[in-house]
């Protein structure tokens, strides 16, 4: 086993074991949970199965496994910085809401 391999395996390892504790403090939603913990052991299986990795990427049409799991990541990356996006848009929405209720509070409380 390579030196990466080994620093790939602990770290996803390592993960998986705070989405385990995330779990169990109620940080995530079961959805959530699910595709972590499918993440992560994916990433294990494929570090220690790199010949299952280079047969799909072949399938796919891609000819180093490397190339597959940099193109996976990149695709992961757009959706959560999508993810990340719409739920910082949400939350501004939801301060502005509050700021203006608070705002109308206050200017009531000063004309009484």
């Known amino acids: 086993m390579e030196f990466v391999q080994i620093v790939i395996l602990i770290f996803s390892a390592f993960a998986l074991s705070r989405v385990f504790i995330n779990i169990k403090d109620k940080n995530l939603k ?7 913990i499918l993440f992560w052991i994916a990433i294990i299986l494929g570090t220690l199965l790199p010949n299952v990795i280079e047969i799909i990427s072949r399938s796919l049409g891609v000819q180093r496994a490397a190339d597959l799991g ?6 992961l990356l757009a959706y959560l ?3 990340l996006y719409a739920k910082l848009e949400n939350t501004e929405k939801k301060i502005t809401k509050i700021v ?11 004309h009484k």
């Open 30 to 36: 079961k959805l959530e949970s699910f595709f972590w």
């Open 70 to 75: 940099i193109y996976a990541i990149i695709i």
């Open 81 to 83: 910085v999508f993810r």
């Open 100 to 110: 203006r209720t608070i705002a109308i509070k206050n200017e009531n409380n000063l």
